[in-house]
């Protein structure tokens, strides 16, 4: 007999062409509708309150109280469009989400299964986000406007002012041409160590570039303030990280080294930063100790420092606790095979430490950025200022409430990509655990 | 070599951790070629004893001589000394980042100083020896325990070492596994590489060694020929734990 070769066979296609290839018109139908609705409600709120405008001018002299530049807005979240739109997805959604529960469990395959939960439970949002919205249209939403989504402040003091930045353009090419040459530079370095192509090398300097033709715009031109104040929450946490990561690696090795004289100021170091709080720390040497030894540093040179110097003590116990993490098989086959001890560091331990580090210290970046707002406490010049110095500066000129919530979207905007950067990132290191808890 | 013609001599070592008193006293000659066999129970210090020989663990009381060196003499370059020793460990302990290649290139370049080229042409060698030369690319995650222990071994040979150490390099293994390890084992004692081997295999213990040693509680309670402690345990407590173990 001939035993045939087996067949040739092409993985089975997992893709959304197999999702939807399974789907009944039943499966199809609820999460279309649940698809519908919830775009119904968001896109139907939206045109509503646009309808009315979201902000507006006020005539000269007339008070807060008979006007507010809010008034539009309070206006659209009052009308009767807008009631309308949440009533009907209150409604339609409801009839969504009775007829997934009903029917879910009768579907034939996973997929069409899936389809209808997830159909039930946009819907289901859907109609949350408009009993939200029609609890919220019952209190007194013309208080609430006035103080808190007066949206034209966010972009006060001036937009993009061309003739700046016509003077400047020089000055701007230069930060442009500069930012390439570094970043060019140090990836050329990389490259030409990795034997990687020169495409790297000019993407990097590309995006450098672009980078830099941004920074220049915002420096030299007369921009929102709140953007010159996101500038200074980047630069303050791009340098204290920089001086803090690579100082917490230092201390870390330190704390691990077996001679006492060599651990000892390394902890008293790190328990001293971690057992005072920042907000002293700060206002100690920007108000005391700097000024008391006459060193000549500005403010936001303290500000980094400070921020550096703590992060170091912080970023060395994660760095401390990845190392500890390896078997300490690790560093004794490594010296088995006549590796010294820092051979063994730089080429064993660190490469597999420095993976799992990785998550937790872009976590002590986030909180970094965010404790930048504590600098506000230094007297720094409206050109140094951070988001929630900004803030605070338009609260106390206005005091409109707005101001705060220009500062939350300020700093929500730089630490979210960096939430979903450490999200991505534990996700590829993870193990398939969600698939068995989920 | 040395004078007295023993690769590696232990004299009067003693070894504490904290109160506890793990090796009571050894002495011990190695000569070239020789395959000496530790057996023992559990906790009698076996492991302590092997990690003495270069010093991974550094005795508490006593000396150690490699190749007529002290390695206990704290002005040796230990480093130097180690790259003459091979150990491999019940563990494996490949570098988990580094494929089977770069686990053995590392310590060639680094600490040998050979170009990349004759790194990588001795790596590859070393892999064919104990017949892997299809995974020279693969990480360890990629490769079955017994694969492993092999790449394990063909790093230390490739430093060409003058002796080697082995502890317990098949108790983490499943039964089939155990099988491959051991007979690259056998074909390196027979090429005439000096050997300490820590183990339970018995069967492998009166085939390959060329002296059996018994420990108990830090001490080497009996030695003698494999066969002859084996058949004929002169000490109650080696008949007792050899009662156990066949
Ligand atoms: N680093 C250490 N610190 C403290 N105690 C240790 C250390 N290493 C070993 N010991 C102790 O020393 C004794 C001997 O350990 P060793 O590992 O040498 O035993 P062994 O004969 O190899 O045992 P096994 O067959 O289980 O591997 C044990 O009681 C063990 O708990
Ligand atoms: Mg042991």
Known sequence: MVATAPETMSPPDRGIRWFLAKQTSWSRAVLGSGIAVLTLYIVGAIAVLTSHGWTGTCPEGVTRLECSPSDPLAAGLKSDGLGLVGMVTVVLGSVIVAAAIASWK???????????????????????????????????????????????????????????VVDSIGSIAGVMLTWAAVVAGLVGVYAWLRKT????????????????????????????????????????????????FSLGLVLALFTMSKRRVVRAPARIYINFFRGTPLIWQIMFAGVG???????????????????????????????????????????EASRTLG?????????????????RVIPPLLNEFVILIKDTSLVSVLGLTIAQKELLGIGRDIYSSSFDATAWLGAAAGYLIITLPMIGIVTIVEKRMRSGLTSVIG | MNSDGTVVR?????????????????????????????????????????????????????????????????????????????MVFQQFNLFPHLNATDNITLALIKVLKLSKDEATTRAHAELEHVGLSDKVESYPSQLSGGQQQRVAIARSLAMQPKMMLFDE??????????????????????????????????????????????????????????????????????????????
């Open chain 1, 106 to 164: 009768r579907m034939p395959n996973r997929s069409a299964r899936e389809a209808v939960i997830s159909g039930g439970v946009l819907a289901a949002q859907a109609v949350t986000l408009s009993g939200a919205l029609l609890w919220f249209r019952g209190t007194d939403i013309d208080r609430f406007a006035r103080n808190f989504l007066n949206i034209s402040l966010i972009g006060q003091k001036t937009g993009l002012v061309w003739d700046t």
């Open chain 1, 197 to 244: 192509g020169p495409r790297l090398v000019i993407y990097s300097a590309l995006i450098a570039a672009g980078g830099g033709l941004v920074w220049g715009l915002i420096s030299v031109a007369s921009v929102p303030s709140f953007i010159r104040g996101a500038q200074n929450t980047l630069v303050l946490s791009g340098a204290g990280a920089a001086l803090g």
């Open chain 1, 289 to 331: 100790f700097v000024p008391a030894l006459r060193l000549d540093l500005d403010m936001y040179t303290i500000a980094i420092l400070v921020l550096g110097l703590n992060l170091g003590a912080y970023s060395s116990e994660v760095y401390r606790a990845g190392i500890q993490s390896l078997e300490r098989g690790q560093i």
């Open chain 1, 339 to 355: 590796l010294s001890y820092f051979q063994s560091m730089r080429y064993v331990i660190m490469p597999q430490a420095i993976r």
């Open chain 2, 10 to 86: 232990l004299e009067g070592i003693h070894k504490w951790f904290g109160d506890l008193h793990v090796l009571r006293g050894i002495d011990l000659k190695i000569v070239p070629k020789e395959v000496v066999v530790l057996i023992g129970p559990s906790g009698s210090g076996k492991s302590t004893l092997l990690r003495t020989i270069n010093v991974l663990e550094e005795p508490t009381e006593g000396k150690v001589f490699f190749d007529g060196v002290e390695l206990t003499d704290i002005r040796t370059d230990l480093n130097r000394a180690r790259t003459h020793m091979g």
């Open chain 2, 169 to 246: 390099v098949t108790s983490a293994l499943d039964p089939e596994l155990i099988g491959e390890v051991l007979g690259v084992m056998q074909d390196l004692a027979s090429e005439g590489m000096t050997m300490v081997v820590v183990t339970h295999e018995m069967g492998f213990a009166g085939r390959v060694g060329t002296r059996l040693l018994f420990m108990d509680d830090g001490v080497i309670l009996e030695e003698g020929l494999p066969p002859e402690v084996i058949n004929n345990p002169k000490h109650t407590r080696t008949q007792a734990f050899l009662a156990e173990v066949l």
